[in-house]
Nanobody, 131 residues
Framework: VQLVESGGGSVQAGGSLRLSCAAS????????MGWFRRAPGKEREAVAG????????VYADSVKGRFTITQDYVVNTVSLHMTNFQPEDAATYYCAADGGFSRETSKFPDLTPVCPFAFRYWGQGTQVTVS
């Protein structure tokens, strides 16, 4: 699976932005797809995940109520709608997919209630800054 993120840019504090992740194939059986972020000097952290076979979603506590992850099977895209954007949300955002069942478990406990398997496929990332 190849993943390509888009939609990054600059957003005002308190503003909104939508990121998109296009998958190279039909998404229904990909397993879980997720959004992650890495700020300068920090570890990569999970933001949100969605089970492509059934619409279950899960969020990191830091973004609950502000960010929404959705999927569109028609265009094989997973989106992250970010609202009330805060300075601490500025980071490079990555899309990833687990590819379905794996013997390797996820390294991101925030997402394991919905996405328990390791994320094996990653996009290149898109940067989001706050102005």
């Amino acid at each position: 699976v190849q993943l390509v993120e888009s939609g990054g840019g600059s957003v005002q504090a308190g503003g909104s932005l939508r990121l998109s992740c296009a998958a190279s194939r039909y998404m229904y059986d990909i397993g879980c797809m997720g959004w992650f972020r890495r700020a300068p000097g920090k570890e990569r952290e999970a933001v949100a995940g969605i089970y492509t076979g059934g619409d279950k979603t899960v969020y990191a506590d830091s973004v609950k109520g502000r960010f929404t992850i959705t999927q569109d099977y028609v265009v094989n895209t997973v989106s992250l709608h970010m609202t009330n954007f805060q300075p601490e949300d500025a980071a490079t955002y990555y899309c990833a997919a687990d590819g379905g069942f794996s013997r390797e478990t996820s390294k991101f406990p925030d997402l394991t209630p919905v996405c328990p398997f390791a994320f094996r496929y990653w996009g290149q990332g898109t940067q989001v800054t706050v102005s």
